[in-house]
Nanobody, 122 residues
Framework: QVQLVESGGGSVQAGGSLRLSCVVPTRTFSSYAMGWFRQAPGKEREFVAAISWSGDRQYYTDSVKGRFTISRDNAKNTVYLQMNNLTPEDTAVYYC???????????????WGQGTQVTVSS
């Protein structure tokens, strides 16, 4: 079983920034593709961003392109989501997820974190 621990959520005003972190304490972290998802109240969980195991490919949903950046540090077993110019529509619980090798933009990930709340006020 692979554990994922998110942190960095909080409350900000519109236009602000947050950086989410997800630590994956496993020696095989560098073999996992990583994704960030979010779920707002009453809505389905949706894809936000993903990164390949090597970090050389990143994918984003259209609504966050140009505002969010996904990155990873394999030496620290950590994936990040830098979120800039936040809007109230970004309010949700954010989850990181992991799956071996192949990066996808669907919810077909094997391991999930517990989620961290992001609230953006207008």
């Amino acid at each position: 079983q692979v554990q994922l621990v998110e942190s960095g959520g909080g409350s900000v005003q519109a236009g602000g920034s947050l950086r989410l972190s997800c630590v994956v304490p496993t020696r095989t972290f560098s073999s996992y593709a990583m994704g960030w998802f979010r779920q707002a109240p009453g809505k389905e969980r949706e894809f936000v961003a993903a990164i390949s195991w090597s970090g050389d490919r990143q994918y984003y949903t259209d609504s966050v392109k140009g505002r969010f950046t996904i990155s990873r540090d394999n030496a620290k077993n950590t994936v990040y989501l830098q979120m800039n110019n936040l809007t109230p529509e970004d309010t949700a619980v954010y989850y990181c997820a992991a799956r071996p090798w192949i990066v996808v933009t669907t919810t077909q990930y094997d391991y999930w974190g517990q989620g961290t709340q992001v609230t953006v006020s207008s």
